[in-house]
C-alpha cells in the first residue's frame, strides 16, 4: 500500500472488515464526494437504512462525524477517523476508527473501492 491518496470524490466503496459493535455489513454501500477538503457522502445496506456522513481531509486522514437510520427506525451518531490507502491494484481502501456518540460503543472497520 502506498500513500498520498488520490481525490475520494465520486468514489463507491463496500464494507470489508466490520465490528460487531456498529451496525454497518459486509452488504453496506457508501458513496463519497470530496471538495477543498471538506468530505461528505451517504451509506446504505444490511441494517442501515438510510446514513450520512460530513467532515473533512487533511492530507490522506479523514475526521467526520455520521448519523444513521437502522432498519428497526432508532436513529444513532457517532465519530471516526479513517487512514486512506492505495492497494496495489490502484483501488482505495479506508481503514476506519470509530466510537459511538449516541450510545456505548467503539470498533475499527474498513471499506475497500469497487472493483471497476
Known amino acids: 500500500m502506498t500513500s498520498h ?3 475520494l470524490d465520486g468514489r463507491r466503496f463496500a464494507a470489508t472488515d466490520v465490528d460487531a459493535h456498529g451496525e454497518v455489513g459486509l452488504d453496506t454501500t457508501f458513496e463519497y464526494r470530496e471538495k477543498d477538503g471538506e468530505i461528505w457522502g451517504s451509506y446504505s445496506g444490511g441494517s442501515v437504512r438510510r446514513g ?3 467532515g473533512t481531509r ?3 486522514q479523514l475526521d467526520f462525524r ?6 428497526d427506525g432508532e436513529t444513532s451518531s457517532g465519530h471516526c477517523r ?3 490507502d492505495v492497494l496495489t491494484d490502484g483501488r482505495v481502501r479506508l481503514t476506519e476508527t470509530w466510537e459511538w456518540e449516541s450510545r456505548t460503543g467503539s470498533g475499527t472497520s ?5 472493483r471497476s
Open 82 to 84: 479513517s487512514r486512506i
Open 110 to 114: 474498513a471499506v475497500e473501492e469497487f
Open 58 to 60: 487533511t492530507g490522506d
Open 52 to 54: 450520512f456522513l460530513v
Open 5 to 7: 491518496a488520490p481525490s
Open 66 to 71: 455520521y448519523s444513521q437510520l437502522n432498519i
